[in-house]
Antibody
């Protein structure tokens, strides 16, 4: 059974870089049918798509975050990662990794999410 | 402000049916059949309930159904149950540079 698990620091200082990793278990991240994405949710607010990546390295980013976001993939470890630079308190959120089912353009499997707080 | 517009809240009694709307534009909901719906219980990750407008993933109850007319998609839940109380989000492919858009979410209360 496919599972996704986010990991990374729960506290990041303003102006620093937020780094998270999503470990995929139960299937290969190298399947051509899927992209692997990040979505975040500020406390009490809705979902915001950050971006996603194919195992080939092809990426799509939310234009509103593109200048600060990098998503990468490590097929040898069956992981993909998120970096958000120059963070502010507005980046405080629960960060979810999820599998994006290309044929249906939907996120069909989600990680449990990890809370990241930006504070000095 | 979200790209897709949903009502902030809806409510219904057990056994009743409710419908949640999701309004976009011809660049997203109206132009493509790539609308999906997610259910999110408090403190939990979202769960895919409907994909490609009206398709249910394996394991999702047939009480959940989706449809679309013009620029508005809808999620209908029939035979409301207490466990249906949750937040619901729509999402769509968009031909704009944004690529993926979510609605602002709708809180469903089962009275």
């Amino acid at each position: 059974q496919l599972q996704l698990q986010e990991s990374g620091p729960g506290l990041v200082k303003p102006s620093e870089t937020l780094s998270l990793t999503c470990t995929v278990s139960g299937d290969s991240i190298s399947s051509s049918s899927y992209y692997w994405g990040w979505i975040r949710q500020p406390p009490g607010k809705g979902l915001e798509w950050i971006g996603f990546i194919h195992h080939s390295g092809n990426t799509y980013y939310n234009p509103s975050l593109k200048s600060r976001v990098t998503i990468s993939v490590d097929t040898s470890k069956n992981q993909f990662s998120l970096k958000v630079s120059s963070v502010t308190v507005a980046d405080t959120a629960v960060y979810y990794c999820a599998r994006h089912w290309t044929a249906s353009d939907a996120f069909d499997i989600w990680g449990q999410g990890t809370m990241v707080t930006v504070s000095s | 402000q979200s790209a897709l517009t949903q009502p902030a809240s809806v409510s219904g009694s057990p056994g009743q049916s409710i419908t949640i709307s999701c309004t976009g534009t011809s660049s997203d909901v109206g132009g493509y059949n790539y609308v999906s719906w997610y259910q999110q219980h408090p403190g939990k990750a979202p769960k895919l309930m409907i994909y490609k407008v009206s398709n249910r993933p394996s394991g999702v109850s047939n009480r959940f159904s989706g449809s679309k007319s013009g620029n508005t998609a809808s999620l209908t839940i029939s035979g409301l149950q207490a466990d249906d109380e949750a937040d619901y989000y729509c999402s769509s492919y968009t031909s704009s540079i944004t690529r993926v858009v979510f609605g602002g979410g709708t809180k469903l209360t089962v009275l």
